[in-house]
C-alpha cells in the first residue's frame, strides 16, 4: 500500500471518540442543560439535541460516498425518538422503539439462516475484519468449508442473541428511567440520562459480546484452516 492510500485510509476511518461526543455526549448535555423554560425550552433543545446525531449520520453518509445501513437505522431511531417527544405520546412508546430497533435486527439475522447469505458474514465474518479469500481458500485445501458453514451458522444464532440481549435492556432501562409525560423538561432530562447510561450498560456489553463471537470464530477458523489467527484477520 502507497503512503497516498494510507493517508487515504487512515483518513476514512471514523474516529470512534468524535462520534461518541456528536451522538451521545453532548445531546445528553443539551437535553439535561437546556431543556428548562428559561433557557431553550423543552421542544427546542429536543430538536436541537436530535439534530446532532442526523447530522453525524447524514455527513458519514456525504463523506464516504454510500450509505452505511447501521447509519440510515440510527437517524431512523432517532426521528422517531423525536416523534414521541414532539407528538407528546406515552413514554412507554419510547420503551418500545428502543426495543424494537435491535430486536427487529435479531430477527433479521435469525432469517437470513435460511438464504444463501447469512448476516454474520456482512456483520461479523466480512472482508474489513478477515481476509476472507485466504481463509476460504484454506477451508477448500483442508476441505472442511461444510464444517465451518456449519460453525457460522452456530454463529448466526449466537449472533442473533447478542441483539435480543440489547433489545431487553434497552426496554428494561428506558422503562427505567423515562418515566416523565413526553414534551415535558423531565422527559427531556430523563432521555438524556437514558442516552448517557445506554452506552456503559448496553453498548458496551453487546460491543464485548460481539468481539467475542469474531475470536469464537476465528479460533475455529484456525483449527479447520490450519491458518494463525494474525494470518486471518484484516491487520492494515
Do not use: C
Not at 425518538?81 to 435469525?110: M, N, R, S, Y
Not at 456483520?123 to 472442511?144: I, M, T
Not at 430523563?190 to 459480546?209: K, Q
Amino acid at each position: 500500500m502507497t503512503t497516498s492510500s494510507t493517508s487515504a485510509a487512515a483518513k476514512d476511518k471514523p474516529n470512534p471518540f468524535l462520534e461518541i461526543g456528536i451522538t451521545i455526549i453532548v445531546p445528553a448535555v443539551v437535553l439535561m442543560q437546556l431543556s428548562g423554560a428559561e433557557r431553550l425550552g423543552p421542544v427546542r433543545a429536543l430538536i436541537l439535541a436530535l439534530a446532532f446525531p442526523i447530522a453525524w449520520g447524514i455527513w458519514e453518509g456525504v463523506r464516504r460516498h454510500k450509505l452505511n445501513w447501521l447509519a440510515v437505522l440510527g437517524v431512523v431511531s432517532t426521528l422517531l425518538t423525536g416523534g414521541i417527544g414532539l407528538l407528546k405520546l406515552d413514554p412507554q412508546w419510547l420503551a418500545v422503539k428502543e426495543a424494537a430497533v435491535p430486536g427487529l435486527i435479531g430477527l433479521a439475522v435469525l432469517i437470513s439462516l435460511w438464504t444463501s447469505k447469512p448476516l454474520i458474514r456482512v456483520l461479523v465474518f466480512n472482508a474489513n475484519l478477515f481476509n476472507v479469500d485466504r481463509v476460504n481458500a484454506a477451508l477448500a485445501e483442508k476441505k472442511n468449508a461444510v464444517q465451518f458453514e456449519l460453525r457460522l451458522r452456530t454463529g448466526t444464532m449466537l449472533l442473533a442473541s447478542t441483539f435480543f440481549f440489547s433489545s431487553v435492556a434497552n426496554y428494561l432501562l428506558a422503562s427505567w428511567v423515562v418515566t416523565s409525560p413526553a414534551g415535558s423538561e423531565a422527559f427531556n432530562q430523563e432521555l438524556g440520562r437514558l442516552t448517557l447510561l445506554s452506552y456503559p450498560v448496553i453498548a458496551l456489553p453487546s460491543m464485548a459480546m460481539m468481539i467475542g463471537l469474531m475470536f469464537w470464530l476465528a479460533r475455529g477458523a484456525t483449527s479447520l484452516t490450519g491458518l494463525k489467527l494474525e494470518e486471518m484477520l484484516r491487520t492494515g
